[in-house]
């Protein structure tokens, strides 16, 4: 077994509202682990806290990875530990390219991370402790490679980040970061948001290409239609900031047959008493 990302008791407040009331959760690296849950349960705080989003104040609980309390640290510090968030809503750059915001972000890993912390397309440059930065021949050789393991029209690499791109582009864009950095526990924010089928389909596609044994993903979404091409080994719902229920992928069909007010009525008067 790999690495484990390890939720204990975290509590959030948002705007000084209590978000999420308890969350207990862990995801292994090498799993794909679906989180579940109507609109308002805390998914996306959850993503945006593990990640160390500022407009999310933490009151309690630990997040532990790698043997230390990442809550602690900045999320840049996360990023270079191995994790990863892919964004339910990218924003856009207009000005910078989709290859000159690759080459930035791989630059300033390389920049801050020691020699032997290297992991992922970094550990060839990490090797030599050269920390000056990845070289625009060998960055544009594994980019290419990426999005060809992506099937990536090499073009999308000069337009500006998420300007005009579609719903389904910009999350082909968010998976291509993730190939680039190659995360050991990616976070996908509801990657199934505002796409249609034949978007999905390609998105899915994208992410099962990235995953194995080295790279594990926390996969929030409301709806079942995402777990039948990214197939979870583990299911957990998320109900008024707590996890009530964690399960195989028959948990999934249960709630496309009987919907989330199931879980209301076995849940919610304990969650709120």
Excluded: C
Excluded at 85 to 104: D, M
């Amino acid at each position: 077994m790999g690495e484990v990302l390890d939720i204990r008791d975290l509590r959030v407040n948002v705007e000084g509202k209590e978000i999420l009331r308890g969350v207990n959760l862990t995801v292994e690296q090498g799993e794909v682990h679906a989180l579940m849950g109507p609109n308002g349960s805390g998914k996306s705080t959850l993503a945006y806290s593990i990640m160390g989003h500022p407009g999310y104040q933490v009151v309690g609980g630990e997040v532990i990875w790698k043997g230390q309390n990442i809550l602690e640290l900045s999320p840049d510090e996360r990023s270079r530990l191995g994790l990863f968030l892919a964004f339910q809503y990218p924003v856009s750059i207009p000005g910078v390219t989709v290859a000159n915001f690759l080459r930035t972000a791989i630059n300033a890993r390389l920049k801050a991370q020691e020699p032997d912390g290297a992991h992922g397309p970094l550990v060839a440059s990490q090797a030599t402790g050269r920390t000056k930065g990845i070289s625009i021949p060998e960055f544009r050789k594994l980019m290419m490679a990426k999005m060809k393991m992506l099937g990536m029209d090499p073009a999308f690499a000069g337009r500006y980040l998420n300007e005009g791109f579609s719903g389904g582009e910009k999350k082909r864009n968010e998976i291509l970061q993730m190939a680039m950095l190659e995360p050991q526990i990616a976070v996908l924010d509801e990657t199934d948001s505002g796409l249609d089928i034949d978007a999905l389909k390609i998105v899915a596609e994208g992410v099962n290409r990235l995953l194995g044994p080295n790279m594990g993903a926390l996969v929030i979404t409301h709806y079942q239609r995402l777990l039948d091409y990214i197939k979870p080994q583990r299911i957990s719902i998320l109900f008024e900031g707590r996890v009530v229920l964690t399960g195989g992928a028959e948990l999934a069909l249960e709630l496309e047959r009987t919907g989330y007010e199931s879980i209301r009525a076995q849940f919610g008067d304990k969650i709120m008493a």
